[in-house]
Structure formats: structure tokens, C-alpha cells
């Protein structure tokens, strides 16, 4: 899912095309895509986009009468930008927006159309859909504390809960986590101010390093390659592959359709954190600590080759 940093640069891209330029016509491909009534969606063809603005991971585009419209990514929805009268790919399109200088698609690469297109009127209407977290790069230490200690839960759920926090997912919670060396499953309440204070400017830091990678990478072409997976990535997605801190192998959590990676050396005092799938199958023989895990593969590995 297109997190903070993508964000952030779906916004610098699109402010030098649409911004300012008419939407002439939209064509949706998908019924899912539209999740509002009224206003109806052909009350901005024809208007002007007068800025955009972010709500956590939402983009929204501003036009003349107080009508917004919101459109949220999701996991797989990402922006193309085009010719104009570019035609909707088949599979994977979901929409199009003309404008005289292009068209704008957007796909979703995913059999779950999950990307939304929101019309709002009125500022209110606008506020109602956020969900009401703090921006991490804006916000002072001291309130940077009082979200986390809102709710006790583990460090991992409350970075990307967009209640607390806004724009922060996933992939960039691993990453400020391996950087403020903090179990993902530590839970709020029982941080000390040292630690808060360390993750505060560890969430700043990773984030403000992405967002400058990013944009240095892409200068002023539109964004073709927004993904969670990047191999200059401290742990995320590298289950397996070295800690760049520490050389340990990177570990995993699963849990529904997502996964949390940390270094157990760097985070977790050399602890395996239980994968709830995996320790409820293996039990008490689920090994506790790195050390421990090497002996079950070395056990695994010799008992294969003799039933060979």
C-alpha cells in the first residue's frame, strides 16, 4: 500500500500536471471504484482542480464550490500517467481522468478491487473522512507521546493505526522500528519516556530519509515504481537476508495478509517473536531465540537427508 513517502510523491508529480488544469471527462472502468452518490461524479467534469491535499493515505483533489474529490489506493492501486485519451487497460484498469495536458489511469493490480473514488461537498463532509491521526513529521514529541499512550497496544498496531498516526503503513512501521531498535510487539504503555523519545526521531528520520530518496530517484518524471518492497530496505520484505545493522537474518510474523519483519538481535535481544501460525503448529518445540532456531534447522535438515 502506497504509504507517507509514495504519497507524498504521487502529490509532487501530480501538482505539476493537474493542478490548475481542467478535468474534462472521467471514464470508470470498474463498478467498485465509486463509493459516493452525490455529489454525482459528473460534477466535476468540466472543473478546475484548484490544489491537492492529503488525508493519511488519501489523495484529494480540490475543486471550486467546496467539492472534493478523495481517492484512496489501497494496497494495489497505483497512478499512470499517460497521453491523453490513453484507453483503460483491460485487466488491470480502473479509471481515467482526461485533462488537456494527459490522462491520468488508474490500475489496481489485484483480483480484490479495493480503490475508492469518494465525492464530498463541503469542508466538513471533507474532515468527516479523516480519521483524525497526527502527522508524524509535524508532530511535537510531547504529542507524539499522548497518541501512543492513547491505547495500550503493541507498537507495531499503533504506528499504523490511522487513528493515532497518519500515513504510516506496513512497510515504514518495520523500517522505524528496526531504526529505534524496539520490538514491533512491545506494547505502549510500558515505554519509558527515553524510548518514546528515541522512536519519535526515529519515525522523523526514516521517513524524512524516504521521502528525499524517493524524490531523488524520480526527479520530475511521474512515479512508475511505487511499491513496499525496496532492496535498500532495513527489513521489510527481507525475511531471511541480512540486518544491515548486524548481519543477523531478518525475521517474520504472519498475520492475516500482512507480515512484520525485525532483526531479533537488534529489537528483540536475540528473542524469535511467535508466529501465530507457525507456534501454534510446532508448540512448545517452537524455538525461543536465534540460537535455538539454527538447531531446529539443522535438525529439520539431517532428518530429511536421512528419510531420503
Given at each position: 500500500?502506497p504509504e507517507?513517502?509514495?504519497?507524498?510523491?504521487?502529490?509532487?508529480?501530480?501538482?505539476?500536471?493537474i493542478?490548475g488544469?481542467t478535468?474534462?471527462?472521467?471514464?470508470?472502468?470498474?463498478?467498485f471504484?465509486?463509493?459516493?452518490?452525490?455529489?454525482?461524479?459528473?460534477?466535476?467534469?468540466?472543473q478546475?482542480?484548484?490544489?491537492?491535499?492529503?488525508?493519511?493515505?488519501r489523495?484529494?483533489?480540490s475543486f471550486?464550490d467546496e467539492?472534493?474529490?478523495?481517492?484512496?489506493l489501497?494496497?494495489?492501486?497505483?497512478f499512470?500517467?499517460?497521453t491523453?485519451g490513453t484507453?483503460?487497460p483491460g485487466?488491470?484498469?480502473?479509471?481515467?481522468f482526461d485533462?488537456?495536458?494527459?490522462?491520468?489511469?488508474?490500475t489496481?493490480?489485484?483480483?480484490?478491487?479495493r480503490?475508492s473514488?469518494?465525492?464530498v461537498?463541503?469542508?466538513?463532509?471533507?474532515?468527516?473522512i479523516?480519521?483524525?491521526?497526527?502527522?508524524p513529521?509535524?508532530?511535537?514529541?510531547a504529542?507524539?507521546a499522548?497518541?501512543?499512550r492513547?491505547?495500550?497496544?503493541?507498537?507495531?498496531?499503533?504506528?499504523t493505526?490511522?487513528?493515532?498516526?497518519?500515513?504510516?503503513?506496513?512497510?515504514?512501521?518495520?523500517?522505524?522500528?528496526?531504526?529505534?531498535?524496539?520490538?514491533?510487539m512491545?506494547?505502549t504503555r510500558?515505554?519509558t519516556?527515553?524510548?518514546?523519545?528515541?522512536?519519535?526521531?526515529?519515525?522523523v528520520?526514516?521517513l524524512?530519509?524516504w521521502?528525499?530518496?524517493?524524490?531523488?530517484?524520480?526527479k520530475?518524471?511521474?512515479p512508475?515504481k511505487?511499491?513496499?518492497?525496496?532492496?535498500?530496505?532495513?527489513v521489510?520484505?527481507?525475511?531471511?537476508?541480512?540486518c544491515?545493522?548486524?548481519?543477523?537474518?531478518?525475521q517474520?510474523i504472519?498475520?492475516?495478509?500482512?507480515?512484520?519483519?525485525?532483526?531479533?538481535t537488534?529489537?528483540t535481544?536475540?528473542r524469535l517473536?511467535?508466529d501465530r501460525?507457525?507456534?501454534?503448529?510446532?508448540?512448545?518445540?517452537?524455538?525461543?531465540?536465534?540460537?535455538?532456531?539454527e538447531?531446529?534447522?539443522?535438525q529439520?535438515?539431517?532428518?530429511?537427508?536421512?528419510?531420503?
Amino acid at each position: 500500500m502506497p504509504e507517507l513517502p509514495d504519497i507524498l510523491l504521487y502529490l509532487s508529480a501530480l501538482e505539476k500536471r493537474i493542478v490548475g488544469q481542467t478535468l474534462e471527462r472521467v471514464r470508470i472502468a470498474s463498478p467498485f471504484l465509486l463509493r459516493s452518490v452525490d455529489p454525482p461524479v459528473y460534477a466535476i467534469e468540466g472543473q478546475v482542480i484548484r490544489r491537492l491535499e492529503r488525508i493519511g493515505k488519501r489523495i484529494v483533489w480540490s475543486f471550486d464550490d467546496e467539492v472534493y474529490a478523495v481517492i484512496h489506493l489501497m494496497i494495489a492501486g497505483r497512478f499512470r500517467w499517460k497521453t491523453r485519451g490513453t484507453a483503460i487497460p483491460g485487466r488491470v484498469g480502473v479509471a481515467a481522468f482526461d485533462f488537456p495536458t494527459g490522462t491520468l489511469l488508474l490500475t489496481e493490480a489485484s483480483p480484490k478491487k479495493r480503490a475508492s473514488l469518494t465525492l464530498v461537498r463541503g469542508r466538513a463532509a471533507l474532515e468527516g473522512i479523516d480519521p483524525g491521526g497526527v502527522d508524524p513529521l509535524t508532530a511535537s514529541e510531547a504529542e507524539f507521546a499522548e497518541q501512543l499512550r492513547s491505547e495500550n497496544h503493541t507498537l507495531k498496531r499503533s504506528l499504523t493505526d490511522p487513528r493515532l498516526f497518519s500515513g504510516i503503513g506496513n512497510a515504514y512501521s518495520d523500517e522505524i522500528l528496526h531504526a529505534a531498535q524496539l520490538s514491533p510487539m512491545q506494547l505502549t504503555r510500558r515505554m519509558t519516556d527515553d524510548q518514546i523519545a528515541t522512536l519519535c526521531r526515529a519515525t522523523v528520520e526514516t521517513l524524512r530519509t524516504w521521502i528525499a530518496r524517493l524524490q531523488d530517484e524520480t526527479k520530475d518524471a511521474f512515479p512508475e515504481k511505487v511499491t513496499a518492497f525496496r532492496p535498500e530496505m532495513a527489513v521489510h520484505g527481507r525475511f531471511g537476508k541480512p540486518c544491515p545493522r548486524c548481519g543477523s537474518p531478518v525475521q517474520r510474523i504472519t498475520y492475516a495478509a500482512n507480515e512484520c519483519n525485525y532483526c531479533a538481535t537488534c529489537q528483540t535481544s536475540g528473542r524469535l517473536l511467535a508466529d501465530r501460525a507457525l507456534s501454534r503448529l510446532l508448540g512448545a518445540d517452537w524455538p525461543k531465540s536465534l540460537e535455538e532456531l539454527e538447531d531446529f534447522k539443522r535438525q529439520r535438515t539431517g532428518r530429511g537427508a536421512s528419510d531420503d
